[in-house]
Nanobody, 128 residues
Framework: QVQLVESGGGLQQAGGSLRLSCAAS????????MAWFRRAPGKEREFVAGVSSTGGRTEYADSVKGRFTIFRDDAKKTVYLQMNSLKPEDTAVYSCAAKYTGRVGTSLPVTAAGYDYWGQGTQVTVSS
């Protein structure tokens, strides 16, 4: 079992930056692909960004490419989402997710169904 705890959300003005963190416990971090999803009010949960277990592969939603960066620190068992040039449409609850792939796995699903473990989420609000 893997437990995931997000932090770093809050209120930010449009054009600003936030860094989200997702700390993992209860498992070997390096065998999991990690991802961030978000759910805005009245909308479906959507994939934001993902990183493979080796860190060698990343994927981003078109809406965040060039603005958001996902990276992982396996020594700290933490995955981060650096969010720059924030827009009001980025307002959502952001959740991190983990999928077991093994240490050399390249699988990186972009749908929620592909992930095994989830955090509770952290609210990000961007004002215009």
């Amino acid at each position: 079992q893997v437990q995931l705890v997000e932090s770093g959300g809050g209120l930010q003005q449009a054009g600003g930056s936030l860094r989200l963190s997702c700390a993992a416990s209860g498992g070997i971090f390096g065998v999991y692909a990690m991802a961030w999803f978000r759910r805005a009010p009245g909308k479906e949960r959507e994939f934001v960004a993902g990183v493979s277990s080796t860190g060698g592969r990343t994927e981003y939603a078109d809406s965040v490419k060039g603005r958001f960066t996902i990276f992982r620190d396996d020594a700290k068992k933490t995955v981060y989402l650096q969010m720059n040039s924030l827009k009001p449409e980025d307002t959502a609850v952001y959740s991190c997710a983990a999928k077991y792939t093994g240490r050399v796995g390249t699988s990186l699903p972009v749908t929620a169904a592909g992930y095994d473990y989830w955090g509770q989420g952290t609210q990000v609000t961007v004002s215009s």
